[in-house]
């Protein structure tokens, strides 16, 4: 199975853009990359998903690497309601999802 | 509204004891799964559905069983053989294909006194 590394915890001052990075050196050429956030004591929710090009959403955007060994997050202007934990995922075969450790993202007012 | 629905929120249990953890859905996902989330850690798989049926273990099964009789519902029970069964579970459904966004519960905290 594939395997996600991600930092700990990060910090970012309000209405800056913050890059959150994951390392998945392991992805298989059909896996794709997943993105999910955590509030204390709430399920994780979706955030965004991507193969092989960048996406955008309203939320966010992913940029994935050219050799798909590691992708990155990247919330164009934090606030302080995007305070979570962020979970980087890689599905394994058609149902099973890998998720890393997370990151513990903290907004600076 | 569609969603998956977790019962209870809080669950307290005596060593030695069985407990069934809820699980439904109405988003009619073929898959669905249980993860376990100790504090300050990410989420481990315990067992996942891909059809009614059917069942696979995930990485931390032992001491856990499940069942899969009705496309809504994916009941977790945690048996006495679980060594540390306090944590927080999650359930959580998705629809078929590798790109498919996972909706989760709002999760079960179980204590064990």
């Known amino acids: 199975d594939a395997k996600t590394t991600q930092p700990n915890s990060m910090e970012s001052n309000e209405e800056e853009p913050v890059h959150l990075p994951c390392n998945h050196s392991?992805?298989?050429?059909?896996?794709?990359i997943h993105w999910y956030r955590q509030l204390p004591s709430q399920g994780p929710e979706y955030v965004i998903h991507g193969l092989t090009s960048n996406v955008n959403n309203r939320m966010a955007s992913l940029a994935i690497a050219e050799d798909r060994k590691s992708s990155t997050l990247i919330l164009h202007r934090a606030t302080l309601r995007d305070a979570a934990v962020y979970y980087c995922?890689?599905?394994?075969?058609?149902?099973?999802?890998?998720f890393g450790t997370g990151t513990r993202l903290k907004v600076l007012a | 509204d569609g969603g998956i629905t977790q019962s209870p929120k809080y669950l307290f249990r005596k060593e030695g004891q069985n407990v069934t953890l809820s699980c439904e859905q109405n988003l009619n996902h073929d898959a669905m799964y249980w993860y376990r989330q100790d504090p300050g850690q990410g989420l481990r798989l315990i067992y996942y559905s891909q059809i009614v049926n059917d069942f696979q273990k995930g990485d931390i099964a032992e001491g856990y069983s499940v069942s899969r009789e009705k496309k809504e519902s994916f009941p977790l029970t945690v048996t006495s053989a679980q060594q540390n069964p306090t944590a927080f579970y999650l359930c959580?459904?998705?629809?078929?294909?590798?790109?498919?966004?996972?909706?989760f519960g709002p999760g079960t905290r179980l204590t064990v006194l």
């Open positions: 392991t992805i298989s050429g059909t896996d794709y």
């Open positions: 959580a459904s998705s629809g078929q294909g590798r790109f498919s966004e996972q909706f």
């Open positions: 995922a890689i599905t394994s075969g058609t149902y099973k999802y890998i």
